[in-house]
């Protein structure tokens, strides 16, 4: 009994040992990250240390990105060639994150070093969901509902989304076109959220089509159903279909000239 009593007592202690050692470690790590920073803005040490990198190779020489889409490379370049030739002790990867997760597309953005003469940038990049009209300027939005960057002129097939609060409510209608997954929804050109409670839809051949406040994905199929009861002449004289009502769709046609 002694024994195990014994044993108990010198496992309890080795375990109270492993966690006074695991937390110095940890405050070691801590008080490490607070005089890096401390190092680097109070100059302490820093010619000592630039004059030893130099002598040693420890000094940035180049970078490492990964395959940007949207993202200026250029602007990337800028922003990390001002550390060229500093030592890679010194370089402030938390601020030169900052600084690049300033660029437009930039979403997230994560900086490592070699301890050697070079940085690696990964760089994760907002997908564009739609278009978005304001004050006479159309920019890209992300599925966070996010401006992205004023759009260029290009071959991209994105709805041009308007109107107060639109941005709030784009990915839920985006998501109920995706969902339906017809060949009748692939021309929708703009979508005009109106008085802050439903859609207008205009298509490319300027369709209007009002959407009922209630049933988004309801209205839709019912402008599905009636498109498919009709061939491609006929639907080109239609002006606009109004499905706001649940019970009946009003449709004007064109008048001829």
Known sequence: ?????????????SKFKLIKYLLIFLTL??????????????????????????????????????????VDQSEVSKIINKYFGKSIFLIPLRNLSNQIRELNWVKDVNLSNNFKSKIFVEILEYEPLGLFFFNDKIYYFSKEGKVIDQ???NDENFIIFSGKNTLKHAVNLLDVIESLQ???????????????????????NDLLLSLSEKN?????????????QLDEGEILLIKSIDLRNDDKAI???????
């Open 1 to 13: 009994m002694r024994n195990n009593y014994n044993k108990k007592k010198i496992t309890f202690i």
């Open 29 to 70: 790590i801590l008080a490490s990250f607070y005089f890096y920073d401390y190092i680097l803005e109070k100059k302490i040490h820093r010619e000592i240390i630039q004059e030893f990198s130099k002598k040693n190779n420890f000094v940035l020489a180049s970078y490492e990105a990964n395959e940007l889409i949207r």
């Open 151 to 153: 759009f260029k002129e």
């Open 182 to 204: 017809s060949p009748q929804l692939n021309n929708i050109r703009e979508a005009h959220f109106i008085n802050d409670r439903r859609w207008n839809l205009k298509f490319s």
């Open 216 to 228: 988004i994905e309801s209205s839709l199929n019912s402008f599905i159903k009636l498109l498919n």
């Open 251 to 257: 449709i004007n046609f064109k008048k001829n000239d």
